[in-house]
């Protein structure tokens, strides 16, 4: 069985800063990778995807994340960041076999102050 | 429609009461995924319907909950005799074949 961990639970960060939230995922077989954006009381929008090919992905709104497979690691990273992406962040694992369901982390609260 | 629809958005009901909640998919997803949220806590999966194939139960908590999928469109999720754990976000998701999952905006069942 896979398991994702997201051990920040909450980040707090100023307009402008980077930003780099954390996703561990562990797994005997080969994954897909998702990062999901929750907005207040919005449902879950889908980030970005890692399927296959290059192990760095982009989204259209300046975030990005990097497979990297010797460290089971998929973190999502932003350069600069605005009060717009105060949301909650979800990684989530799928096996590449079935593409069924899919594990969700806890999840990563991101603040962006003033 | 365009998107995953769900219904009702807010439900209150009384501990023992039974609740049914709607998940209306994008027309054309093979696939539809019952998922909850509760406070503080990441997503947990409930139930996988796939086309015609029996469907994923194993994340039920209990056989107070059951799930079904009329016509493999609309999907009811059903929780018998609610208790106060069972308050949490109920949400649907669907996904086409070889595609990414789209959620509803979810179901806030609160139980009191």
């Known amino acids: 069985a896979q398991s994702v961990t997201q051990l920040d639970s909450q980040v707090p960060v100023f307009e402008e800063a980077p930003v780099e939230l954390r996703c561990n995922y562990s797994s005997s077989v080969s994954v897909y990778l998702f990062w999901y954006v929750q907005y207040p009381n919005q449902g879950l929008q889908l980030l970005l995807k890692y399927l296959s090919g290059s192990t760095l992905v982009e989204s259209i709104n300046g975030f990005e994340a990097e497979f990297n497979k010797s460290q089971t690691s998929f973190h999502l990273r932003k350069p600069s960041v605005h009060i717009s992406d105060t949301a909650e962040y979800f990684c989530a694992v799928g096996l590449t076999g079935g593409g069924n369901k899919l594990t969700f982390g806890t999840g990563t609260q991101l603040k962006v102050e003033l | 429609g365009a998107g995953v629809s769900q219904s009702p958005s807010n439900k209150v009901t009384e501990k023992g009461k039974d609740v049914e909640l709607r998940c209306d998919p994008i027309s054309g997803h093979t696939a539809l995924y019952w998922y909850r949220q509760s406070l503080g806590q990441g997503l947990e999966f409930l139930i996988y319907?796939?086309?015609?194939?029996?469907?994923?139960k194993s994340g039920l908590p209990s056989d107070r909950f059951s799930a079904e999928r009329t016509g493999g469109s609309v999907s009811t999720l059903t929780i018998q005799r609610t208790q106060q754990e069972d308050s949490a976000v109920y949400l649907c998701?669907?996904?086409?074949?070889?595609?990414?999952?789209?959620f509803g905006s979810g179901t806030r069942l609160t139980v009191v």
């Open positions: 319907f796939q086309g015609n194939s029996a469907p994923d």
């Open positions: 998701a669907s996904r086409e074949t070889g595609g990414g999952y789209t």
